[in-house]
């Protein structure tokens, strides 16, 4: 873990097709020209966490004015990134989300490319620390979801899921060497998925108000072309509370269960950015995952908030493991946002998190953790 940490963030370059927005954020109709039916915001990349070290790189948004949610006011449009990071890893993301017919209907696309050195424990809750190797895959992700908007606030739809993970290199005499974990000499992830959920935030990216339920479950099978036949049910439970003029609190549950023979790549991993800050992402993985984590938020000037969090979950191989007191992983911790400009709900977010066993992270990226 870094002692030292460099903070640097360019401003967004904007270019003069409109008014700029960033990823999920809305575009207000008094604030743009109506005749424009096409916006371009290009966004330098700065981050930091401890799966990856510095991050940085380019990425562009095309914002597109005619098609938009009117329930919601949110805006069709198209994000490309291109990352490289300290950790020699390289990310190329393309993640079009379109609305059509005034927000009845959404597709929501993920493409990802990555080549990414990572770290290894093992399989379980209590993997130890000198259990840690070293691995590469190369990683070729697409998730295409159709939803249907159910009045007032409720989506339901249907996905389809295709991830191939190539293992390009192991440590020799490791745990993926030896060949007895799944998913060690590579996978293929494909199936279909049905989506339903239950929107009413305020914003996506630093909601202050509503709540989000999400359920999704996911069916991986050989018929299509997986290596492993084996089916995935998350559940995701969040609500934002306020306890003031300027605070609120931000409470999440989050569940994910894999049921049959799922490669490594494919199981819940506890840790990262969003879940469980303080560990490292993947830290621990197994079939079954629960975490319960809450936050309070105060913001203290109109660009400037504090928050605190506390969190606590673990992984397991059943059920009756999983939600058993014995070898809990909490973590603690807190940090500072930033606003980037007056007019856009985006904010900076710089967090540190400690965990147990000697686990630690340093956050730097934008909006919040949920």
Known sequence: ???????????????????????????????????????????????????????FGAGGQIFLLKQKNIYNDRVSNIFVDFIMTSNKQFIIDVIPQIYFGDGDYFLDMNFKWKIFPNNFWGIGNTTPNSNEESYDMTSKIL????LKRLPPSLNFGFEYIYENHDVTKVTEGGLLDAGDITGSDGAIISGFGVIFNLDTRDNIGSPFSGHLLKMNAQFSSELFGATQTYNKFIADLRTYQKLGKNSIAALQLYYEGNYGNPPFQGLAWYGGGNRARGYYQGRYIDKSLYLFQAEYRYRFKPRWALAGYGLVGKVANDQKELFSMNDLKPSAGGG?????????????RLDAGIGIDGSSGIYFGINEAF
Do not use: C, H
């Not at 809305?26 to 070290?53: C, L, M």
């Open 1 to 55: 873990m870094k002692k030292l940490f460099l903070f640097i963030f360019t401003s967004l370059f904007i270019s003069s097709l409109g008014y700029s927005q960033t990823k999920d954020d809305v575009v207000k109709s008094d604030t743009i020209n109506k005749n424009k039916k096409i916006q371009f915001v290009a966004i330098p990349i700065v981050f930091y966490t401890p799966e990856t070290s510095f991050g």
């Open 143 to 146: 998730k295409v979801s159709f």
């Open 336 to 348: 500072l946002r930033f606003k980037l400009l007056k007019t856009q709900d985006t904010w900076v």
